[in-house]
Nanobody, 122 residues
Framework: QVQLEESGGGLVQPGGSLRLSCAADRSTFLNGLMGWFRQTPGKEREFVAATGRTGSTGYGDFVKGRFTISRDYASNTVYLQMNSLEPEDTAVYYC????????????????WGQGTQVTVSS
């Protein structure tokens, strides 16, 4: 059974940092393409970042070097370190897993966590 559980969201001031965590079951973590998406009301889910089975990484254009995705093989956890946060980063952030080797398309991710709210505000 695929398990994805996000944590780490919250309220942060502009310019601040947050680290999101996604705890996965072992099989999904080792075999899946692991990604982060975000969504605001009335908009489609937006690709944030992904890390492949071999550790490759990719980011959405808006990231501009502010975010880093990583894997912790000891705990089956995928992290999203977010720095220099802006009010425009406010969204629900979702962890997702895909059987594809690489994709940024949300419809190709078959498994999703419940999401964690990130609010950037002064």
């Amino acid at each position: 059974q695929v398990q994805l559980e996000e944590s780490g969201g919250g309220l942060v001031q502009p310019g601040g940092s947050l680290r999101l965590s996604c705890a996965a079951d072992r099989s999904t973590f080792l075999n899946g393409l692991m990604g982060w998406f975000r969504q605001t009301p009335g908009k489609e889910r937006e690709f944030v970042a992904a890390t492949g089975r071999t550790g490759s990484t990719g980011y959405g254009d808006f990231v501009k070097g502010r975010f880093t995705i990583s894997r912790d093989y000891a705990s089956n956890t995928v992290y999203l370190q977010m720095n220099s946060l802006e009010p425009e980063d406010t969204a629900v952030y979702y962890c997702a897993a895909s059987a594809s080797a690489w994709t940024m398309r949300s419809e190709q991710y078959g498994f999703w966590g419940q999401g964690t709210q990130v609010t950037v505000s002064s």
